[in-house]
């Protein structure tokens, strides 16, 4: 099994507890008009115009728990592990199920970072191989969720109450993003869909929109 990654990022201290190796998988089912990695959105291989690199390496799953596997030591004195992010790490579940697996039978922390925009069968199954998610909730009207993603937010909401149900730690991150997320609307829904989930995040992250973001795109087709 292979699985396709953008890149991996050693001792990223921003996606989760401890120092961390963050995994980003390439391809995602979302077209955020804001997408900070827009190398991310195709699952297929690009050469980056600036660069002229290829964007977009293959992985057999044994390689990268192997690769990965060699941190172990670093996580375990600080607490750390290993994040899957994106793109939209679950649409590749089946390589990211197979290697959160071996690497949390090897005792690493496993966190995930999703749009949660998966099929809720495979959203659950992941459940048996994450210690933790971060859950983008990008704005809770489902029709400006349509327009500024591409899809509606009604299954990304259903996984947020099943993981709210489940006994996984989790948190609710949210880009700010102009006049969508930072909207007094949008802030008084979340505080709203928030107080009726089963039970609550371990906290809510605010992101920083970043500006520089949109440089990338012209470097990718």
């Not at 109450?161 to 993003?177: C, F, G, H, K």
Request: hydrophobic residues 40%; glycine residues 8%.
């Amino acid at each position: 099994m292979r699985g396709r990654v953008f890149d991996i990022q050693e001792f990223a201290v921003n996606d989760g507890p401890g120092l961390r190796v963050t995994v980003f998988m390439k391809g995602c089912p979302l077209q955020c008009k804001w997408c900070h990695n827009p190398e991310g959105i195709s699952p297929k291989p690009q050469i980056n115009k600036a660069t002229g690199r290829v964007v977009g390496t293959e992985w057999e799953v044994q390689d990268l728990v192997v690769h990965l596997a060699k941190f172990k030591m670093a996580f375990s004195i600080s607490g750390g592990g290993v994040t899957f992010s994106g793109g939209e790490a679950t649409a590749q579940f089946d390589f990211v199920y197979e290697v959160a697996k071996r690497l949390k039978d090897e005792g690493i922390h496993i966190n995930l970072d999703t749009s949660g925009y998966c099929d809720e069968t495979k959203f659950r199954k992941l459940f048996e191989v994450v210690d933790l998610v971060y859950f983008d909730v990008k704005c809770v009207d489902s029709k400006l969720h349509q327009k500024m993603t591409g899809v509606g937010n009604e299954l990304i909401l259903r996984n947020l109450r099943m993981l709210a149900e489940s006994n996984i730690a989790y948190r609710i991150r949210v880009p700010m993003t102009k006049n969508v997320a930072d909207t007094t609307e949008n802030l008084k829904a979340l505080d709203g869909l928030i107080s009726k989930l089963p039970r609550k995040p371990q906290g809510v992250d605010y992101l920083p929109f970043n500006e520089l973001a949109a440089a990338k795109y012209k470097n990718f087709d």
